[in-house]
């Protein structure tokens, strides 16, 4: 089954792997991609990446790895040998922490594609500073966008808010991987700094996540059909 042109990438944030199956089965491999998160895969395992490869899906793995540099390592090569599309890492980690996770894969041959999270998307300047860091979340991502790409990084995770900056710092071919997208049919939730999804392609964002605006409808297809029109129109 050819890969997806699609930039879109649907969350499968459900507690089993029957859930999340049901939902998979509901959407079309060639139109979309999906995440699996920490929740599904502490519960169900790498049985859940099986499952959703066998039904032809592309799969980001978002578990954002942040430990020493060879466990970090050893665990993104771990992901790859399991034939995810993507996977990711904190880039509050460090360079070296990035670098033996970039480093690991190349010599092993794997290709999945290597991200980092800059600042969560739930994440305000009030959040920051009571962190240590009183300054406001587009100060850190651009720190952290350009540390991760130093760092051999193929791209990052981000608001939307941030992706043209990124864009300029990093460049057209640095991945934007983008939650926290609402379309215009759907609420903000639990997220703060959002955007529609054809603000955030314009904005530079490289893919889409987006979750209980496709997973929640009562047709998931018919969602996403309508997400793909906004970013057409």
Not at 32 to 50: A, I, M, N, Q
Not at 191 to 213: E, K
Request: proline content about 6%; hydrophobic content about 45%.
């Amino acid at each position: 089954m050819p890969s997806p042109e699609s930039p879109l990438i649907i969350a499968l944030d459900y507690p089993s792997l029957d859930a999340a199956l049901c939902m998979a089965d509901r959407l079309d491999p060639r139109r979309c991609r999906v995440k699996v998160g920490k929740e599904l895969f502490t519960r169900s395992g790498p049985d859940v990446l099986e499952a959703l490869h066998g039904r032809g899906f592309e799969v980001f793995l978002d578990l954002k790895f942040h430990d020493i540099p060879n466990t970090v390592a050893g665990a993104v090569q771990a992901a790859a040998e399991q034939g995810v599309w993507m996977v990711n890492v904190h880039a509050g980690g460090g360079r070296r922490m990035m670098e033996a996770a970039s480093e690991c894969l190349k010599r092993h041959g794997l290709h999945t594609h290597l991200i980092a999270v800059t600042v969560l998307t739930s994440m305000e300047r009030v959040d920051l500073a009571e962190i240590g860091l009183d300054i406001e979340p587009l100060e850190q991502v651009e720190r952290l966008a350009r540390l991760a790409q130093q760092s051999g990084m193929a791209g990052v995770v981000s608001s939307a808010r941030e992706s043209a900056r990124v864009r300029e710092l990093c460049g057209d071919d640095f991945l934007k991987v983008t939650p926290g997208i609402r379309p215009s049919f759907a609420g903000v939730g639990d997220q703060r700094r959002v955007l529609t999804p054809a603000d955030a392609m314009a904005a530079g964002s490289t893919h889409l996540v987006i979750g209980r605006p496709v997973t929640q409808a009562d047709d998931p297809m018919a969602a996403l059909e309508a997400i793909e029109r906004e970013l057409i129109d």
